[in-house]
Structure formats: structure tokens, C-alpha cells
């Protein structure tokens, strides 16, 4: 029997994933998934060939087992290579199933899209447990599934455009948890843009520029309280002065495990103007630095809490053929503009979009930023 159509009639959902569609009788279900499990007789082996082939290689074992965990305590009603029905029982969590079958409470949001809810359904309604992630690019005739970076630069009590309150990023963050977004670490783009990982439909990143020390007084605290990480570029010269970070707070942010160091050069100078009396030499060998001395900086105080630089994002969002060159030499694996957008399994890796958040911006203004679909016609 192929496919799960005795158990679920299932179909692949527009967006990607599976869906139930309609369940059938438990009896029915459970005769189909009786009859998927049934051995069948195999293809007649060849003849042995003339030299032995090397054996092959094993298989890794699978990282999870059918054992009951605590917040999966129910049972397997049927299963094939592709998904599984979970009958669950009080008490069970999506990232308890999630732990069980795929190995990571993280991917409980695969489970909340299979089955178009985020929690567990009460009494024995059975769960589709997708084993297999299908294709990982979500693309339909309407565009193609988009993660929005958001741009911060400074919080807390102030005037100016770049300077977004305490409680407006509050409402942001909370925001964003009620509407069951997932914050993803900036790493988590690279296999999307790859085409090997697949991302939720709600996923957004969190990004702030320069580091002015109001991140560690204001924004870090709120990313603690909501469990969001967020990606930190600083450029090198300013860390320490009056109103910076210091090496110490950078050192907190990173030990945290929720704030990520990276590199936004190490003057913050525009690197797609050359200055008159500056040279080509000059100029190349100036964004050769740009691009190196922070790296360096940055992993040689803080290599000891894990900081390894592999983003960059541009000052002022600027980029040129030079600067993308020697991206490519110093094998930096992503680059951030300020070109506002979303990001679609198309962008190129050294020219991500970001869209700037500032003071002036209502909640409805940020919501309005949030694109999570692409159409691959339109920038």
C-alpha cells in the first residue's frame, strides 16, 4: 500500500508540509495502516558479481525511538517512511511529540503546520507527525515563502528615528510571540537559502547595528523575558567608547547563548565611496581591512565564549563589486543591506534584504513590515 490514504486523506498543503484533510474511522485507520505494515515479497536478488563490492557503509541510527517521554506519553496508532498518526493523552505538549519522533523540540512548529494547530488537541484526536520534511521550498503560484531580517539600532529614552523605546519593543516581541512567529538566529538562513532546510511560514530574524550600550541595558532584558535571539553587528572601533559597548557586556551578550556577535566592519566608513585623494591600492587595501580587522577583533575577546564571525553587514547597507569580491575571499557566508524586504530561497546570500524599524513606527507600521511571501516577479 503506498501513501497514508487509508488512515488520513492527506494532501501536500499549497505551502508545503502535509495537512490532514479528513480522518476516517479509527478501524479503518488502523486496518490501512495494518495493511501499509504488511510485509511484501521483494524484487528477485541478482546474481553476485564476479568481485565482491566493498560492504556497504551503516546507516546512522535513528536519534529517537518510539518511547514514551514525558509530554508524549501516547501511542502510535500506524506509520510509514513518511508520517505517523499519534494518538496523545493528557498532558502531552508539541514539544514533547517533537522530541520523541524527531528529535528536537525545535521542530514542533513542522507539527503545528501539518496539522493547522499549535497545540495538542484535547481527548484522543490523533496528530499527524510528519516524518520526512517534503520539499523545503515553499513556493506557489501567488510567490514564494519570504523571512523578514528586522534593523535595529538603539533603545531606551532619547529623541531621534533610530531610537525605538523600551515598551515599543516590548509590544513588538510580545507581538510576535501571541502571533506565533518563530525568531530564528541568523545562522537558520543559510540552509534555507540553500534549498536544505525547510523554515516555519512565520519566521522572522532580529538584527541590531553598531553596538550602542542602550542593547545590553533595554533590549537585552526583553529578549531574555521572550526567549528571542537576535544577531549583534558591531564595528570594531567603536566597542568601548562613551556610548558603546564594552568588551565585558559584549562578553554577557554572547555567554547568553541569545545574543549572536558579528561584524559590521571597522570603522563603520560607507565602502562603496572612495575618497578623492585615495587611491585604488588604497582603496582596496582599506576594504580589505574593513572586512578582516573586526573579524579578528571580535574572535580574538570573545573566541572563548564561542563568538565566530561568518556575517557581515554593510555600514549604511552599501555593497559594491569590490566589497562582494572580498566577501567571497574572506569567506563570509551571508552580507546584510538595509534594502527593505523579505528574503525568498532566492536571495543572494551576500545581499540579504533588512528592513529598518524605527522610533516613529507604529505596531501596525511593524506588522506592515513583516512580508512572509515573495513574488519572484516583483522585488
Known amino acids: 500500500m503506498t501513501g497514508f490514504a487509508a488512515a488520513a486523506a492527506i494532501e501536500p498543503h499549497r505551502r508545503g508540509g502535509w495537512r490532514p484533510v479528513v480522518w476516517a ?12 505494515a504488511a510485509p511484501r515479497p521483494g524484487p528477485v536478488a541478482p546474481p553476485p558479481p564476479a568481485t565482491p563490492p566493498a560492504p556497504p557503509v551503516a546507516a546512522p541510527a535513528p536519534p529517537t525511538s518510539d518511547a514514551p517521554l514525558p509530554g508524549a506519553m501516547g501511542d502510535v496508532a500506524g506509520r ?26 525545535d521542530r514542533a512548529w513542522q507539527i503545528a503546520d501539518a496539522n493547522g494547530q499549535r497545540w495538542v488537541p484535547a481527548g484522543t484526536q490523533p496528530l499527524v507527525v ?8 515553499d513556493v506557489t503560484a501567488d510567490g514564494a515563502q519570504s523571512v523578514p531580517i528586522l534593523c535595529y539600532h538603539r533603545f531606551g529614552p532619547g529623541q531621534g528615528k533610530m531610537v525605538v523605546a523600551a515598551s515599543q519593543f516590548e509590544a513588538q516581541l510580545e507581538w510576535l510571540a501571541r502571533n506565533h512567529y518563530r525568531v530564528l538566529k541568523l545562522s537558520e538562513m543559510a540552509g534555507f537559502l540553500a534549498g536544505k532546510t525547510a523554515l516555519p511560514q512565520r519566521s522572522v530574524v532580529i538584527t541590531i547595528d553598531d553596538g550602542y550600550e542602550t542593547v545590553h541595558r533595554y533590549a537585552f532584558p526583553l529578549l531574555k523575558k521572550y526567549g528571542f535571539p537576535a544577531t549583534l553587528f558591531v564595528y570594531a572601533d567603536f566597542v568601548g ?18 545574543v549572536d556577535i558579528q561584524a559590521h566592519s571597522k570603522s563603520h566608513r560607507n565602502l562603496i565611496e572612495q575618497a578623492t585623494n585615495e587611491g585604488d591600492a588604497a582603496y582596496r587595501q582599506s576594504i580589505e581591512a574593513e572586512l578582516r580587522l573586526p573579524r579578528a577583533a571580535l574572535e580574538r575577546r570573545l573566541g572563548a565564549v ?50 529598518m524599524i524605527y522610533g516613529d513606527h507604529s505596531l501596525e507600521d511593524f506588522k506592515a513590515r513583516l512580508q512572509l511571501r515573495r513574488n519572484a516577479l516583483w522585488p
Open 241 to 258: 567608547a562613551r556610548d558603546a559597548l564594552s568588551w565585558a557586556q559584549l562578553q554577557e551578550l554572547a555567554e547568553s547563548g541569545l
Open 80 to 105: 510509514n517512511e513518511r508520517v505517523l498518526v499519534y494518538v496523545p493523552r493528557d498532558g502531552d505538549t508539541l514539544a514533547g511529540v517533537a522530541t520523541r519522533f524527531l528529535g528536537d523540540a
Open 306 to 355: 564561542g563568538v565566530k564571525v561568518h556575517h557581515f553587514a554593510y555600514p549604511f547597507g552599501d555593497a559594491n563589486e569590490l566589497v562582494l569580491e572580498t566577501m567571497r575571499r574572506q569567506q563570509y557566508d551571508l552580507g546584510l543591506t538595509v534594502i527593505p524586504g523579505g528574503n525568498a530561497f532566492f536571495a543572494h546570500p551576500l545581499m540579504l534584504r533588512r528592513t
Open 25 to 36: 474511522s479509527a478501524a479503518v485507520a488502523l486496518l490501512g495502516l495494518a495493511a501499509c
Open 130 to 137: 510528519p516524518l520526512s520534511a517534503g520539499s523545503v521550498l
